[in-house]
């Protein structure tokens, strides 16, 4: 087992920029139970300081390669268990890197359903095959009059039998897989058509309607956008290599050819040169085109979930409004407003619902209610709803506001994404159990101002819905990547134990869903918690429990000054050396950066902890308990600018960043509709990644440039002249083909090829 972890282990190293040893640690904790925030920020030294980063990689690598080495030593078994296993076999089987690989070798031997190339051997052509194989001068047709029988009724029913035989052999050649599938990764290009008469239909796949671009550059955003198209039947996908070539043996065929020595010697070599054509066209040219879109496919959504996963991060770790009196309002135009109060430790208050807008048009009725509720409860915030009606329910406070005297409340449209789905939800029902469905979500939209983190992670984050075909990706994937997103944001901020809900704890590392609420039940039976100690009595919480969790929960004003840093309660002596060294109160010490910047770390490493825990715990007393997220500020949206008909180019606008694709960022400027700043108008310079220049939260200034009512699309733009960036030094290699295609071409790609396509892509 310990030989097996350093192999992976130096795998993986080598994919993380790491050491073996490290990887290896790494492993061990994690094989223990140890989270990846618990690792990260209290194992520096037992993995030579993996960030979290590199530790999530290692996480999803460890799990695919241990997959591999299951499925080899699967393999080994079957191999060895019909007597075929040969040395130079078990080598290559022992090498093999990829999931690809492996099957590839094991082809030949996988049990398999009667084939064509069996039944030909059952009726005695092996020989004929084999003969044609040995001596390539020696005339097909005439071996196989030898070999008519009465199943084999003539010359070309045996010629047709060795054919099968000898297509099988070449299609089972790992070797000369992989060559023609790094081939078909070089040259392939992946064409859409629309499907004829579904034009209309279609119209929001109308990019795609005649679109070829090479398959080895095309963006993941494009691929699943085509691949949803095809599934929607509004377009047909092909993949097709050397179509352009004009030599009659195609490219393929002649790697084939060269694989197997198969050269103009005599007539055996010039039917086995068909055979290397019939092979790829009917046999090859299909699996391995499945194979590249279920590549492409694979590609596109890892892309997709890395998109998703930063948006979200962006999202959770957005500025808190923080701790004061709030009230959230969920728009709605014929059902009402509806109105929820909370205080500022995000505790309900008051809920209501009011009716400005048609049938009842209660508007001063409203703002008076409103208006009082503010009064009743000194409210400093106001989050309304970005849906249906939000524009309108902006106007009516702000004019409600003009008419308070004194200091107003701060008014803030915030993205109610998720919210309904929440109302909805077991978790809501546990916390309101007598509240209307359609007033929990104006607490939701009350309480993500305060403190987003803590109330989105009480939504599934799939529901959030800052991804790009996030329905189209592998689920288990994505959901495994946005877990993994927010248990990384809950402990990099860190939990207040007497404040946080069951949901919220249960994503602080080591804790599960039980365990967070069996701390809420102890927290309500007993009251607050004066210590981190108090944790360990906890029904069911053990040891193992608090040395994984105790360091992100913060027990402010307790006992223990120390339990409302991020410093692990096992560290406290290291700590309290260094308090003594600077023969200061620890109260007064923390926060005094001039002292502690003063002191030098090396002087208090022990025998367990080292320099980088001794950095941490000074960094960490200079601004104990510090957040990591941004200070809080919001967008102003235009007066008067509230529907995508007021747009008009080249109005300048201030708005919010909702999401951040692979080929923009989506903005929110209050028209109910979001603006797509492309990547090449995010700057006046290239720019790759859009994430290199904002993320979801950001509040930009765009201008507009175009305004497609009909198709709901607004483009936008950061540039200052709105031009074109300007391209990358070796130019945009990922850009598609312009290549028209005639009705008849298109309609020919269609046949094998395109049934195959359609059996293996088609999801249920």
């Given at each position: 087992m310990a030989a097996d972890i350093r192999l992976l282990a130096t795998v993986i190293a080598a994919e993380i920029n790491a050491r073996p040893d490290q990887a290896v640690a790494a492993i061990g904790l994690l094989d223990e139970g140890a989270t990846v925030p618990f690792i990260a920020r209290y194992r520096k030294e037992v993995t030579g300081g993996l960030d979290d980063t590199q530790l999530r990689n290692l996480a999803e690598r460890l799990v695919y390669l241990r997959e591999l080495e299951a499925r080899r030593s699967s393999i080994v078994e079957s191999i060895n268990g019909q007597g075929k296993m040969t040395d130079e076999l078990a080598a290559k089987i022992g090498k093999a890197a990829t999931k690809a690989e492996l099957e590839d070798l094991y082809l030949p031997y996988k049990p398999k359903r009667r084939t064509r190339a069996e039944i030909a051997r059952e009726r005695g052509l092996g020989p004929l095959a084999?003969?044609?194989w040995a001596d390539r001068t020696l005339d097909p047709a005439k071996l196989a009059e030898t070999f008519v029988t009465g199943e084999v009724t003539d010359v070309k029913v045996a010629l047709d039998g060795a054919r099968d035989i000898i297509a099988?052999?070449?299609?089972?050649?790992?070797?000369?897989?992989?060559k023609l599938r790094q081939h078909m990764r070089?040259?392939?290009v992946l064409k859409a058509r629309v499907v004829d008469g579904k034009q209309e239909a279609g119209a929001k796949f109308s990019d795609y309607f005649d679109h070829t671009e090479r398959w080895a550059t095309a963006p993941g955003h494009r691929a699943l956008a085509m691949l949803r198209g095809w599934n929607e039947e509004f377009l047909t996908l092909s993949i097709e290599v050397d179509a352009d070539d004009p030599s009659p043996i195609k490219p393929a065929q002649r790697i084939i050819a060269m694989a197997f020595d198969i050269r103009?010697?005599?007539a055996a070599d010039r039917f086995l040169m068909d055979v290397a054509g019939w092979t790829w066209r009917v046999k090859l040219s299909v699996s391995l085109s499945l194979?590249?879109?279920r590549e492409m496919r694979e590609r596109a959504e890892e892309e997709a979930i890395h998109v998703f996963a930063r948006n979200l991060k962006d999202l959770l770790l957005a500025a808190p409004a923080g701790s004061r009196a709030t009230m959230g309002l969920d728009p709605g135009i014929r059902t009402g407003v509806k109105v929820a109060i909370v205080d500022a430790t995000g505790k309900l208050?008051?809920?209501?619902?009011?009716?400005?807008?048609?049938p009842k048009n209660d508007i001063r009725g409203t703002q008076a209610e409103l208006a009082a509720l503010i009064r009743k409860h000194n409210v400093e915030l106001i989050s309304i709803g970005n849906g249906t009606g939000s524009r309108e329910t902006e106007k009516l406070v702000a004019d409600m506001l003009a008419s308070l005297p004194g200091t107003k409340p701060t008014k803030v449209i915030v993205s109610e994404a998720g919210a309904s789905v929440y109302s909805a939800s077991e978790t809501a029902a546990l916390e309101f159990p007598g509240l209307d469905v359609s007033l929990r979500g104006a607490v939701s939209i009350a309480r993500r101002l305060q403190d987003p983190?803590?109330?989105?992670?009480?939504?599934?984050?799939?529901?959030?819905?800052?991804g790009q075909y996030q329905h189209d990706v592998d689920q288990n994937k994505l959901s495994r990547s946005l877990d993994a997103v927010v248990e990384d944001a809950v402990n990099a901020v860190g939990v207040d134990l007497n404040m946080a809900s069951a949901p919220l704890l249960a994503r602080v590392s080591g804790l599960s869903r039980s365990i967070a609420e069996a701390i809420v039940a102890h927290r309500d039976q007993n009251g607050a918690f004066t210590s981190r100690k108090d944790l360990l009595k906890v029904a069911r919480l053990g040891n193992r429990t608090f040395e994984q969790a105790a360091g992100f929960l913060r027990i402010p004003n307790g006992k223990e000054p120390l339990d409302a840093s991020s410093v692990h309660p096992e560290a406290y002596g290291v700590a309290k050396k260094i308090v003594a060294a600077c023969g200061r109160d620890l109260r007064a010490l923390m926060g005094d950066s001039a002292t502690l910047k003063a002191l030098d770390p090396r002087k208090f490493i022990d025998e367990t902890f080292g320099l980088p825990t001794v950095k941490d715990i000074i960094a960490e007393l200079e601004k104990p308990g510090r957040d990591p997220r941004p200070s809080f500020k919001t967008a102003t949206f235009a007066e008067g600018i509230d529907e995508i008909t007021d747009l008009k180019p080249g109005m300048m606008l201030e708005g919010t960043v909702t999401n951040v694709a692979a080929f923009g960022a989506f903005v929110d400027i209050g028209v109910h509709q979001d603006g797509l700043v492309h990547v090449s108008q995010l700057a006046d310079r290239f720019v790759k990644d859009p994430h290199e220049v904002v993320k979801a939260g950001d509040v930009v200034k765009v201008r507009v440039v175009e305004v497609d009512v009909k198709r709901k699309r607004i483009g936008l733009t950061m540039r200052k002249d709105g031009g074109e960036a300007p391209p990358p030094k070796n130019g945009d290699r990922g850009k598609p083909m312009n290549q028209k295609f005639s009705s008849t071409e298109n309609k020919s790609s269609q046949g094998a090829l395109g049934a195959a396509l359609a059996a293996a892509l088609k999801r249920g």
């Open positions: 084999e003969a044609i099988e052999t070449i299609s089972e050649n790992a070797d000369l897989l992989k070089d040259g392939s103009d010697k005599g194979d590249l879109m208050l008051e809920t209501t619902t009011v009716y400005p807008f048609p983190l803590a109330e989105l992670v009480k939504i599934e984050p799939k529901s959030i819905g800052v």
